[in-house]
């Protein structure tokens, strides 16, 4: 067989072999860059796949719900419909549009009456914690109406998306919003904090920011679910590879009785508005007006350590939180002139004491033996209170100390000291540990701290302050840090003077107070209070953890200390004597029902010391009851409010006497409260069909 | 004398059996392409079927089938008669392919991504632009041919006149891919024909400047200047072009050496190339059979070119040999080109693979070019 056709001259040949190496060397470029793709590289590219077909999936689990000690909810979740901006169809939208979209999306939600401004969705699509592919939540909480409407004219808004979230809700408002808290997205730093928690976190999510939601985060966030999926292009899910269903969170069980919760708050604003209303004093250093902007309370049961009801004034309402505070909101919240709503003064607050620290000066007293047979006195022996302390042998600062208006009481011992509330009695002991020898000049300081002054109580609530009990040592320090705000680095015997009374430097939280209120009646085990009861399982009810009373320690006290002690403050609400002296609480607790619920307490009045500035005392008052063995221990401190006994004693009374005549009232949700309001107009509608038909009968008759 | 024995023995056939050059049929040639086009067929299953094993959908399949067996058929008709006696219809079919290629620009033919050269009746589609190729083909054949091998500047300037018609037809219709196909086709039958080396090199030059006045006139929309740059560097860019190659790398990446399997490529179920049963359906061999398959498949038209360049060789007469350079050019071109962009190394031209890729025209054309070729194979023996 010929190779080449007979006509075909040798160039032509060569011609042909030219198109052929030509069209051979094509195939060179093709299969290098095969191997190159399939065989180098295959492992990036089988990987790229993958991300191209599979996606996950992440399924959100509602979070755990807070409940009161007795099972009412007091933070549900309910849906809630969120409007989104797909960033990545959003940027295929002209700038000049862009703005004219915002405007029209604004529009319509504030129309649907959810006030929204152009601004705020702005900054949410522009916030830089997206990703340029992610969807930007921008509006919470917008109607079914509108969700319809933005579906149906979905051309007019490219790239808004809604789709359906749980939220927090709050079935009792804003009762017990300090304690529960709320809860917000996760900020830059947390995101980095929890990457490493059991549970996944996602850039969008909710994190407890403060109270019960911060706290108790770890058991009320819910495991979000996984849904690992083959999809197509257009993100059909062809095939489920690995599923894990989202599992809620759990509950978690307070302490907290919404019953009593709700009368404290009624209380506290009660004792800060009729605060508000006594007359402004005129004093030789000025004007003292009684604002009584802010106050805070706290009840707890001795026995166990478990807080009952914790309130602080002023109050914010949770829901704000709940589409994500605006920024004007926010900062009302934390703005000093509005006394800082944010704030929870039960345990963030820090007052002076004042004379409710008198008790403790007491012990410290008789535990050291300064009163009793190695002592200056006996319990029992009388001190003459001439109402004016001098320092003997005074070197410096005040030598001068008096009880308020100079009352003198006259021969008081320790019960009537207390009951008195005599300055006077406690300057002398304190004066005596600062002089005689064999005593500890920090004695006082020493009993405050066993009694869990100056340090944090350890209750399961974030940002606890721990207050403050001066020593020599520590005002030194303070004196080296700032010169300017003391006139001596030096302790002088007025500052033990100063400290016995719970004046001066001396800072307790209202908790605190409570707690070293509920040892002194408790025997002497100081507990960390308990907020949270338990966690349950949010499907099945039953319990996961229980959390037991927490003791701290067990202070050193013989009925031999705490009888006088507590004897005196029992009759700081029920003694009178035949001359008119009373107990500083007498009047404040006058037709109390003593007989069957025999109640103590002390008062106290503390000086806040601001710069350039007269302001009223702060009110104190702690009580408890029914003795002997008290179930309730409550504190209530009442900011520029006057006298402890003529402000704060009457909040205490009024809570304890609807304890004591079993008459506090049953706290209803909004919910239940609508219902009854529909059944009484319904009820008030028949009436009234009644009366309309009698009077046609009397017509008949006229 | 010559033309007193052609026309003596204008049946060219010693034996005088009209059957006897079916004797000679080329059957790797026949094979392998047939071959090509059955793999074909199945990829655009794979590729069109839809993910429901319920209700995978055959039709592509079923329609492809159709082509293939219009193809043999047309395959065998053009291999029937003596390809000597076709060039007396070869003006009067390439002259009405020219006035489809006009006709195709009036509101009677259809734009698809932003070309406008099919004519669209129910289901089917003709694109005259496919079938306009092997019509040129043997236009330039028969006119390349009186020259007998030597090519002066006057007969070549026919030659590129001739081609300028289909070619700025087709540019007309913006289909800068076919109208790259028909310069190949040129460039390869000329040499072959036997354009002078500086006439080449000449012709080289001005095409690089005609192609850059093009480019800068404006002519050209941004999108397809945009599909031919981005495979330059995919990753820049945010286009449809750039994410359909890199769509089609990751595919044909991740196939590996030996595939994923027929029907489990998992970019080719999710749809994630576009136009993955025409012009990107190499992606899917990649994915589906690895590099052996991609290799085996590139094997199969490095063997019809063979064959093509062989009878090229044995052809009895310049227009057979030119013929067969142009169906080979046609093939080569397509193929590399087609291929390439599925790669990456080359840009997106919207060319068919011949054989492989779904369509109607583009079957029966490659059919019709292996049919001429086997028409020649057939007639080697034959006296001229």
């Known amino acids: 067989m010929a190779t080449a056709s007979r006509y075909l001259p040798q160039s032509h040949r060569l011609r042909l072999a030219i198109l052929a190496a030509v069209a051979i060397s094509l195939f060179v470029p093709l299969i290098a860059r095969l191997w190159y793709l399939q065989v180098i590289k295959e492992t990036a590219f089988v990987e790229r796949a993958a991300d191209n077909t599979t996606e996950t999936i992440i399924e959100l689990a509602p979070r755990g719900r807070i ?14 419909i969120l409007v989104t901006i797909d960033k990545e169809e959003m940027a295929s939208v002209p700038v000049d549009d862009l703005q004219e979209l915002f405007y029209d999306l604004a529009t319509e939600i504030s129309r649907s009456g959810n006030l929204t401004k152009v601004t705020e969705i702005e900054s949410a699509y522009r916030s830089n914690r997206y990703g340029p592919f992610a969807e930007v939540p921008v509006v919470q909480d917008i109607s079914e109406e509108l969700q319809i409407y933005l579906a149906e004219y979905s051309y007019k808004f490219p790239g808004v998306n809604t789709t359906v979230t749980t939220v927090r809700d709050y079935p009792y408002g804003s009762l017990a919003a300090h304690i529960l808290g709320y809860v917000g997205l996760l900020s830059e730093d947390e995101i980095s904090s929890v990457a490493l928690k059991a549970k996944t976190y996602l850039a969008n999510d909710e994190i407890g920011k403060s109270g019960i939601e911060l706290f108790y985060e770890d058991a009320l966030r819910g495991t979000p679910g996984r849904k690992v999926v083959t999809v197509d292009k257009f993100n059909n899910i062809l095939e ?83 589409s994500g505070i605006s920024e004007d909101d926010f900062d009302d919240l934390t703005d000093p002139g509005n006394f800082l709503p944010l704030l929870n003064r039960a345990i963030q607050g820090t007052y002076p004491p004042g004379s409710t620290f008198k008790p403790f000066t007491a012990y410290a007293a008789l535990d ?52 008195y509330s005599s300055d006077v009695y406690f300057y002398n002991l304190a004066a005596s540990f600062d002089i005689l020898p064999g005593f500890d000049l920090e004695s006082v300081q020493v009993a405050a701290k066993y009694f869990g002054y100056g340090s944090r109580t350890g209750v399961t609530l974030a940002g606890e302050g721990s207050g403050r009990i001066p020593t020599p040592a520590s005002r030194r320090d303070a004196y080296r840090e700032n010169p300017d705000a003391f006139l001596t680095g030096s302790w002088l015997t007025g500052d033990t003077l100063n400290t016995s009374i719970g004046q001066g430097d001396v800072l307790a939280t209202p908790l605190q107070i409570a707690n070293s209120y509920a040892a002194l009646v408790n025997g002497g085990t100081l507990y960390a209070p308990n907020l949270g009861q338990r966690i349950l399982d949010p499907i099945t009810g039953e319990t996961e953890v229980e959390f037991a009373p927490r003791v701290l320690k067990e202070i050193f006290l013989p009925d031999a200390f705490s009888d006088p002690i507590l004897e005196g403050l029992a009759a700081v609400t029920t003694w009178r004597s035949e001359i008119g002296t009373e107990g500083t609480a007498y009047s404040a607790f006058k037709d109390f029902p003593h007989e069957e619920w025999p109640v103590s307490g002390k008062t106290g009045t503390s000086e806040k010391q601001v710069e350039n500035a007269l302001i009223a005392d702060y009110g104190l008052f702690v009580g408890w009851g029914p003795n002997p063995d008290p179930e309730y221990v409550a504190v209530v401190i009442l900011e520029e409010a006057g006298f402890g006994g003529q402000v704060a004693a009457p909040v205490i009374r009024n809570y304890f006497e609807m304890i004591a005549r079993n008459s506090v009232p049953a706290y209803l949700s909004q919910a239940e409260k609508d219902q009854i309001a529909r059944e009484e107009a319904t009820k008030a509608s028949f009436n009234t069909n009644n009366e309309i038909d009698q009077p046609n009968e009397e017509d008949g008759v006229s | 004398m010559r033309t ?89 079919v390439f002259w009405s392919g020219m006035f489809l290629l006009l006709l195709v620009l009036t509101p009677l033919g259809v734009e698809r991504n932003g070309t406008k050269a099919w004519f669209e009746f129910g289901s089917f589609q003709l694109q005259p632009s496919e079938i306009c190729k092997i019509a040129y083909i043997f236009m330039l054949a028969n006119y390349l041919e009186r020259f007998n091998g030597r090519l002066d500047i006057r007969p070549l300037g026919n030659a590129l006149l001739l081609g300028l018609i289909p070619i700025g037809l087709i540019l007309l219709e913006t289909d800068v891919g076919t109208a790259l196909v028909f310069i190949a086709i040129t460039m390869g039958m000329l040499l072959v024909a036997g354009a002078q080396t500086k006439h080449i090199l000449v012709l080289t030059v001005v095409g690089i400047i005609l192609s850059a006045l093009v480019w800068s006139s404006g002519v050209l929309q941004e999108y397809q200047q945009d599909r031919l740059t981005s495979f330059i560097d995919p990753a820049s860019s945010q286009t449809e072009a750039a994410y359909q190659q890199t769509q089609a790398q990751i595919a044909i990446g991740s196939g590996g050496l030996t595939g994923q399997g027929f029907g489990q490529g998992q970019q080719t179920r999710g749809e994630f190339v576009p136009e993955q049963h025409t012009d990107f359906i190499f992606s899917v061999i990649g994915e589906e059979f690895g590099f052996v398959g991609s290799v085996i498949v590139l094997a199969l038209f490095a063997i019809v070119m063979w064959r093509c360049m062989r009878t090229a060789r044995k052809s009895p007469d310049l227009l057979g040999t030119l013929i067969c350079c142009g169906v080979m050019t046609l093939f080569a071109f397509q193929m590399f080109q087609s291929v390439g962009m599925t790669l990456g190394i080359m840009p997106i031209t919207g060319i068919p693979i011949p054989f492989v890729s779904y369509g109607g025209s583009s079957a029966i054309s490659s059919f019709v070019g292996v049919g ?9 023996y034959q006296v001229v």
């Open chain 1, 67 to 80: 409940l009161d000690a007795k099972g009412r909810v007091l933070v549900d979740n309910r849906a809630s």
């Open chain 1, 240 to 322: 489920i590879n690995e599923e894990i269903p989202a599992k809620a969170g759990s509950d978690v069980q307070l302490t907290i009785d919404i019953d009593l919760q709700a009368l404290a708050e009624q209380e506290l604003a009660r004792g800060l508005s009729t605060a508000r209303q006594q007359p402004t004093k005129f004093e030789e250093e000025g004007v003292v007006i009684f604002n009584a902007p802010a106050g805070a309370m706290v009840v707890m049961d001795p026995r166990d350590g478990k807080i009952l009801a914790m309130a602080s004034h002023p109050t914010f309402d949770p829901e704000l939180f709940v």
């Open chain 1, 368 to 419: 050291t033996g300064l009163i009793g047979s190695r002592g200056i006195l006996g319990i029992d022996d009388p001190f003459y209170d001439e109402g004016v302390f001098l320092i003997p042998s005074c070197e410096g600062g005040t030598c001068r100390f008096q009880n308020a208006g100079e009352a003198a009481y006259g021969d008081v011992d320790l019960r009537l000291a207390l009951t």
């Open chain 2, 4 to 92: 007193s024995r052609e026309r003596k023995n204008l049946n060219l056939n010693p034996t005088g059996d009209p059957w006897s050059p079916w004797l000679h049929v080329d059957i790797a040639l026949v094979l392998s392409s047939v071959a090509l086009a059955v793999i074909g067929a199945f990829m655009v299953f794979s590729a069109t079927r839809g993910n429901d094993p319920a209700l995978y959908d055959r039709s592509y399949f079923n329609r492809q089938l159709l082509f293939l067996g219009v193809g043999v058929v047309a395959m065998a008709s053009a291999a029937y008669f003596p390809y000597r006696r076709i060039r007396d219809w070869v003006p009067a």
């Open chain 2, 372 to 380: 001429l070729v086997l028409n020649i194979h057939m007639r080697r």
